[in-house]
């Protein structure tokens, strides 16, 4: 999960362009660092890295607003068996 994390952490700063240091509880849309337009993108990249799909029912703040929600969502994701 540290590889999802670190993952994250540098396209929130390449592909986003988030300039400001992130540690991984930074809100990302609640503080307005990425806007509603942006989830797809972040959405892409976790099914990528993960190789899991996310059912669009779980693309919520509570999953999605930090580094640190993404991957405890994405490890318990993998423990239901509800991915891919």
């Known amino acids: 999960m540290n ?3 670190g993952t994250l952490r540098r396209a ?5 362009g988030i300039k400001r240091a992130l540690d991984d ?3 990302l849309f609640s503080s307005g660092l990425i806007d509603s337009l942006s989830v ?3 959405v ?3 099914e990528t890295e993960t190789g899991q799909s996310i ?3 779980e693309i919520t703040l509570e999953n999605f ?3 640190n929600r993404i991957a ?11 991915g891919k």
Not at 12 to 16: D, E, I, T, V
Not at 72 to 82: D, I, K, N, P, R
């Open 44 to 46: 892409c990249l976790v």
């Open 3 to 5: 590889d999802l994390r």
């Open 72 to 82: 405890q969502f994405v490890e318990a994701l993998a423990s239901v068996g509800t």
């Open 25 to 27: 509880d930074t809100e």
């Open 40 to 42: 797809i993108d972040l």
């Open 12 to 16: 929130l700063a390449s592909r986003f």
């Open 55 to 57: 059912p669009p029912a």
């Open 65 to 67: 607003d930090s580094v």
